[in-house]
């Protein structure tokens, strides 16, 4: 989900993965795992991303937030379940 995004978004610019991982501080092979969804992006690179796509950092904060969450459950048979217990909790404790 959020390496789709991001790969689609420096796509669109016409920027090579070498530059956009200067730019975060990682060398190209980091920006392509993080692209194919094999590794995770630092939440300090949403807010350079957010600014070199001219996306929102809300919607990149989310798609950022759910792969960790999903990363978490992908594998377990009661991922949906524990997937929306957490939705009660986080909504009961933030009301």
């Known amino acids: 989900m959020f390496g789709k995004k991001i790969r689609e978004l420096r796509e669109n610019k016409g920027l090579i993965l070498r530059k956009v991982a ?3 501080d990682v060398d190209t092979a980091t920006l392509s795992k993080i692209e194919l969804g094999d590794r995770q992006a630092k939440r300090e690179h949403l807010k350079i991303l957010s600014d070199l796509y001219d996306v929102s950092y809300q919607e990149l904060e989310k798609l950022w937030l759910a792969n960790k969450i999903y990363e978490v459950i992908e594998d377990e048979a009661q991922g949906l379940n ?10 009961r404790k933030n009301k």
Do not use: D, F, R
Request: aromatic share 8%.
């Open 82 to 91: 524990a997937l929306n217990e957490a939705k009660t909790i986080y909504k």
């Open 22 to 24: 200067a730019l975060l």
